[in-house]
């Protein structure tokens, strides 16, 4: 019993896959909040909520612009690469989620809902064969 329970801890790495997506949440959160307050402190000294909108604003649009510019470059490669359908249908949620991010628009969320539930038709037709 002891044999397999050594066994089990020499394969696994000290950064599971789990942690990673909350290690880069936080990461990108502590970084939006500082960009953030790198624009609100570049008004004026008297912090009006205009100004505090316009900063938030700005954020919001230069971390969208950067998911989706980000996303659009992994599609771009991996179609270039050839790669299935299943494979790009994240990348492209991805880059649809930074466009409606960076510009609220009833009509990218309606693209997200097709894309999403192609992604969804896309796995439980991949699953039957």
């Known amino acids: ?53 316009f900063a938030l604003n700005w954020t919001q649009r230069a971390f969208g612009a950067l998911i989706s510019v980000a996303a659009g470059a992994m599609v771009l490669i991996r179609a270039a690469q050839r790669e299935p359908i299943e494979e790009l249908l994240p990348l492209t949620l991805a880059a649809l989620v930074g466009v409606l991010i960076a510009a609220s628009n009833w009509g990218v969320a309606v693209a997200i809902g097709a894309v999403g539930v192609a992604a969804v038709l896309s796995g439980r037709l991949s699953h039957r064969d």
């Open 1 to 53: 019993m002891q044999n397999k329970r050594s066994e089990a801890k020499v394969g696994k790495p000290s950064n599971s896959s789990a942690e990673r997506p909350v290690r880069a949440l936080f990461q990108t959160a502590i970084v939006t909040l500082g960009v953030f307050a790198l624009v609100s402190l570049n008004v004026n000294v008297p912090i009006d909520s205009v100004e505090l909108e």
